[in-house]
């Protein structure tokens, strides 16, 4: 187990050192009582200790939501401060902290949550994917404290859902945007789950039984509820186009 630090940039500081790498594993020794554990020393200047440490951390899991989402911030005011457009900056965010576009755009939609509900994604409490809709559809630049109290009513809201419904919240929240009451979303999820259950009656004759299983299974299809649903869709696909 080991840590990398580098001569801390402030030469006011009281510590020698900074971290670079390793608080959490630095911390977990403390807290084992070990009080001594390697350490790499290494000359970066502030971009290359930010790359080090996002890319590190990133990898082992060791950044919370809340960090990437500073981080994000962080690189992308200094990208905007420079003149590039927003798309431009997106970009170069991206490049410099090796993540994809959509990952910036996904931790920058956290940063305008609520203290409260980002430490529930950073618990876990309340998965990543509920929060990024529920700030994309909810949170307004010009009603900013209004948005908050509307996102913590549909963090809660989300969270009082059963499991298979809350991949339908994230569905509700996007057609019915920032203006949806609870009652609307409420009403959304509960006919797009009456429409999971929906249950189809078929009755196929005995001579194209054959035939039918002949076909599901020339596509890699196994069972005979399969081959159906396969059918079905296929049907209504073709008539769709």
Known sequence: ???????????????????????????ACLELGIEEIPAFIEELDDDKAIQRSWLENEARGELTYSDRAYWVERIYKRYSSEGYTANETLEHAAKYLGVTVSTIRVYGALLVLPEDIMQMVNNKTLFEKYAVAIARNTYEPLHSEKSQEAMQERASWVLSLGKDQRDHAIEALEQL???ASIADLNNNVEERTKQDR??????????????????????????????ISFMIADVLNRGAR
Not at 15 to 23: A, K, P
Not at 200 to 225: C, N
């Open 198 to 227: 929906l249950t189809v009656h078929y009755t196929i004759p005995g001579e194209l039984h054959s035939a039918l299983l002949k076909w599901g299974k020339e596509k890699g299809l196994k069972d005979e509820s399969t081959i």
């Open 1 to 27: 187990m080991s840590i990398i630090i580098r001569p801390h940039p402030k030469t006011e500081s009281e510590y020698q050192y900074e971290f670079v790498t390793g608080q959490c594993r630095f911390n």
């Open 177 to 179: 945007g920032c203006k």
